[in-house]
């Protein structure tokens, strides 16, 4: 698949140092369908916010995604001449009965998690933080945003369930499954923004772009 050639988008790789603060391959994946110019720098949050303390997964969603954007810009902001912009984004799944499921702790949580989604909707949350610095102490901007898409099971029979922990796809997957992978075969209807469920609002991410080179910031 060639890259996407946006003037846009390669305007901002030339005069900004870009950087995606997550060391996941599928948001690299999507991210290179666009002809921009990033490293990638993984944060070191350890993700352990009280999930209590939030009013609701969108809140904790991006509030993750700023942390760890937060935590990559503050270690390279002062080491290049550019510009920084710096690229967060968290996801996670909510069961039907409202609980943020993050990914498995070992396969046996995995399959719990399964069967607990089975012929049921969850609803899938990724936030997305950009945060655009000068090389100084300059002005910061942060933008957020949240995508929510409701994914819904089919009933996952016994053997599909082991074969599919089996594979270990689950291991690094919020909410133990994989849209984009081998679960195509027991999701039902997904209700969204497709590419949020594999873990980056390609769409959204390209508006905020837009939104703020519109507004001066890029």
Known sequence: MNPLVVPLVESIGRNFSVVLASGSPRRRELLDRLNLNYKVIPSNFAEDLDKSKFASAADYVISNAEI?????????RGQTDKPVLVIGSDTVVVSPSGEI????????????TLKSLSGKTNIVYTG??????????????????VESTKVTFNDLDDEMLEAYV???????????YGYQANACFFIKEIKGDYYSVMGFPCARFYQMLRDLHQRGVL
């Open 68 to 76: 760890k954007a937060q935590d990559v810009f503050a270690r390279i």
């Open 101 to 112: 499921l993050e990914k498995p702790a070992s396969p046996q949580d995995a399959a719990e």
């Open 128 to 145: 997305v933080c950009l945060i655009v610095g000068s090389a100084d102490a300059g002005k910061v901007t942060i933008e957020k945003a």
């Open 166 to 176: 089996a594979t270990g796809e689950p291991t690094d997957k919020a909410g133990s």
